[in-house]
């Protein structure tokens, strides 16, 4: 089967294990109002994948550099803590069934995600996902977020791999481009991202969902 050409399979967090980018799009947008801003879906979209201080540079690009950026960093943080804590952040379809597999296969794992240290902490154990996991890098552990392959980098490193025998679970274009960059293969499972054509070339397949994730990895190599 195809997993079988592959060592350790890399995951990303927001948008590929956790349905989580309208959790963080709805935090960002209503702290963007409250300071006096328009924040449009094209402006986050162009965010998604990328580390909060990418983020944030390119919202100064658009806002002007009079855009409040440490009140807005403090406000939707606010927002997205007390939605977390109190909703939950909820997964996305197949990827329960996807863990299972691997660790039936006893097929190392790592997180390589973007979001920050407390972000992950506080995302993946709501969910009962962080002790799922044998390494977990965030963009607080590398000198550059993606689309950079540090993150990826050191993933691999931290479970003992060559990135060449490392496959990646994406669902953004900057992810993309990361994990190609560091020298893995990657699947793409976009979320609200559309894959660009770079994307579509670079990555091994594009799929609909973590259960054709699933079906491809257990299918003919």
């Known amino acids: 089967m195809l997993l079988s050409r592959f060592k350790a399979i890399l995951f990303d967090m927001d948008g590929l294990m956790l349905d989580s980018e309208t959790v963080y799009h709805s935090a960002w947008q209503q702290a963007v109002t ?13 965010l998604v994948g990328r580390s909060n ?20 960093r403090t406000d939707w943080t606010r927002h997205w803590q007390r939605r977390v804590q109190t909703q ?11 863990l299972d597999f691997l660790e039936a296969e ?11 240290a407390a972000e992950a902490a506080l995302s993946l154990k709501s969910n009962r996902l962080w002790a799922r996991f044998s390494a977990i890098v965030t ?49 793409m ?5 559309t894959p660009t054509p770079d994307s579509q070339a670079r990555a091994l397949q594009v799929c609909e969902s973590l259960h054709e994730v699933l079906a491809m990895l257990t299918g003919p190599s």
Do not use: H
């Open 189 to 193: 499972v976009p979320d609200l991202q």
């Open 106 to 116: 006893q097929m190392p794992k790592a997180v390589g995600t973007s979001s920050n």
């Open 88 to 98: 939950g952040m909820p997964t996305q379809p197949g990827l329960w069934e996807l």
């Open 34 to 46: 409250e300071l006096g801003y328009t924040f449009d879906s094209g402006l986050y979209l162009d």
């Open 139 to 187: 963009v607080d552990d590398v000198a550059a977020g993606k689309p950079a392959p540090d993150i990826f980098l050191l993933a691999a490193q931290k479970l003992g791999m060559s990135p060449s025998d490392c496959l990646v679970l994406e669902d953004s274009n900057a992810g993309v481009e990361a994990a190609v960059t560091a020298g893995c293969q990657v699947i």
């Open 53 to 72: 201080a990418e983020a944030e540079r390119l919202m100064l690009e658009a806002f002007g550099g009079d855009f409040p950026v440490e009140t807005f």
